[in-house]
């Protein structure tokens, strides 16, 4: 096998993940209970799946553990959706 | 004389960089369709807004933290395979197997609800109510469908796995299978951490 860039030892990371994506979990399903304007709202829950996505695509995922390539590909990627996803949008909205 | 040489090359690496093209592709074929529901969201803002008060928040919270506690073992899993604990890796796959059964089960209730109900693709019920409406449940049963025909296809990677571990194709300096098996399941991860919001949350 190859050797990653850091060896993950310990089942704590994997614990502490599972944490922090439920906590952030309930805390969206929290938030839809909150008097909030509706764009504020949408934007704190899909910002709270995004830093759960980072967190899956980082640890569970190990983009952290391997080598750098691999997360700039994945960087590309997402910021290629991401980009796709505003043009669409900006041109629905403002055709 | 002649020799007969046996190759058994092994590539880890470059099995790794194919799991992650592979993932790549199904990253796109996910964000067109979240792309098609964030462009009829915008366009029948009424009808989705109401179709989405329809759906269970508890059950979706449910089998979301099901999926999250199912990418735990499955990433406990990936350790122990390399510390050679093999019973302790099938135990964590089993696991994540019955985890993700529990998530499918779930499922299958929620869907039947809705189609007591009558709000399912093509029925009387649904056709009578809003252009959104139709929209909404459309997109609902074939997302969250597709993202269940994923979650069957982990299920059977992770029998493949078992059955590699259990035949001894699969142990601690070999297990390429498992950490490829561990992505696409996290993969799934991945797609409900996003479908879970937009149709359960955002109302």
Known sequence: MEPTKKKIEGYGLYIITFTVLSFLTLLAVWLTHVRLASPIMIGFIMLIAACQAVIVLFYNMHLKFHDRILTIFVGLIFSLIILLIIVTMLDFVYR | ?203
Request: charged share 15%; proline share 1%.
């Open chain 2, 1 to 203: 004389m002649e020799h007969t040489l046996a190759i058994n090359h092994r590539d880890d690496a470059a099995s790794r960089i194919g799991m992650w093209l592979f993932i790549f592709t199904e990253l796109f074929l996910f964000a067109g369709l979240f792309l098609v529901f964030a462009v009829y969201r915008v366009k029948y803002y009424e009808g989705f807004h109401l179709a989405s008060k329809e759906l269970n928040v508890t059950i979706g919270t449910i089998n979301s933290i099901i999926l999250l506690l199912s990418g735990m073992t499955m990433g406990i899993a990936y350790l122990t395979i390399q510390k050679g604990k093999t019973k302790l890796t099938l135990a964590l796959l089993t696991i994540t197997i019955v985890l993700g059964i529990v998530f499918l089960v779930n499922k299958y209730f929620e869907w039947s609800i809705k189609f007591e109900h009558g709000l399912y693709p093509g029925s009387p019920e649904l056709i009578s109510l809003s252009r959104g409406d139709v929209m909404f449940f459309g997109l609902y049963f074939f997302m969250t469908g597709l993202h269940a025909l994923h979650l069957i296809a982990g299920l059977i990677l992770i029998a493949i796995v078992i059955g590699g571990i259990m035949r001894g194709r699969v142990h601690a300096s070999k297990y390429a299978l498992l950490e490829n098996c561990s992505l696409y399941w996290h993969l799934v991860d991945l797609v409900w951490l996003f479908l879970f919001p937009l149709f359960y949350l955002i109302n």
